[in-house]
Nanobody, 124 residues
């Protein structure tokens, strides 16, 4: 089992940047495919980005391509989401998720472990 804790959210203006972190504890972090998802008020949780065990595969959702970058540091048991050129429509609670697998998934139902979320608010 793995425990996940997100941090780095906040209130920023449109065009600004934020870096989210997801710290993992428990079993070997490098065994896990990791993902970022977000949920805006009144909307379903949606995929943002995912990263394979080694970091070699990193799919992104179309709305964030070219603006967000997912990465991981297996030595630090931490995953990151660098978010640049933020837009008001990026406002949401951002969750990190994990699954003990070599495959990379973009659907939320594939992930077994979730953090509590961190709020990102982008003002116009």
């Amino acid at each position: 089992q793995v425990q996940l804790v997100e941090s780095g959210g906040g209130l920023v203006q449109a065009g600004a940047s934020l870096r989210l972190s997801c710290a993992a504890s428990g079993r070997t972090f490098s065994r896990y495919t990791m993902g970022w998802f977000r949920q805006a008020p009144g909307k379903e949780r949606e995929f943002v980005a995912a990263i394979s065990r080694s970091g070699g595969s990193t799919p992104y959702a179309d709305p964030v391509k070219g603006r967000f970058t997912i990465s991981r540091d297996n030595a630090k048991n931490t995953m990151y989401l660098q978010m640049n050129s933020l837009k008001p429509e990026d406002t949401a609670v951002y969750f990190c998720a994990a699954r003990d697998t070599a495959a990379v998934f973009t659907r939320s139902g594939a992930y077994d472990y979730w953090g509590q979320g961190t709020q990102v608010t982008v003002s116009s």
